[in-house]
């Protein structure tokens, strides 16, 4: 029995939209709360074992999210932002622990993407008006 072009064409529609919609959801994150509380007990804002594991999950994210966008893949759009979200949870985690330069370096990182939502970079910008200002690099004053 010969199936018609408009039935092959919606059953090709049909095997096909699931595999469109796990295309547009993004990976599992690779930042675990267990990560951030391991780095919420550390001593160190940056010495850490924690912090380094945090900082290879999002440099990770990062770069899966640039080469995405780099091939036009169909999930560039949510690895970016699960990349940032994953860069505002860090930031958040480090500025509560009164980690202001970690914080301040994610959120900034944020910042420079242009393309972030405009939700996180809001709370980004938020979040860098509380921390205390950023120590003056500029050596003693002359007299």
């Not at 092959?8 to 930042?31: F, G, K």
């Not at 550390?42 to 091939?71: H, K, N, P, T, W």
């Not at 900034?108 to 950023?134: H, I, M, Y």
């Amino acid at each position: 029995m010969p199936v018609s072009r408009r039935v092959h064409l919606l059953l090709t529609a049909l095997v096909a939209a699931p595999a469109v919609a796990i295309a547009a959801e993004p990976p599992p994150s690779l930042l675990t709360d267990d990560m951030l509380e391991r780095y919420r007990s550390e001593r160190s804002c940056q010495d850490g074992r924690a912090f380094v594991a945090i900082q290879a999950a999002l440099y990770s994210e990062a770069m899966e999210a640039e080469a995405a966008s780099f091939l036009q893949q169909a999930d560039a759009e949510a690895l970016r932002r699960r990349s940032s979200a994953d860069d505002d949870r860090a930031a958040t985690v480090a500025a509560a622990r009164g980690c202001p330069e970690a914080a301040r370096a994610l959120w900034n990182r944020l910042l420079e993407d242009e393309k972030a939502n405009a939700a996180l970079r809001a709370r980004a910008e938020a979040g860098l008006r509380a921390l205390p200002p950023a120590p003056d690099d500029s050596g003693p004053t002359p007299r």
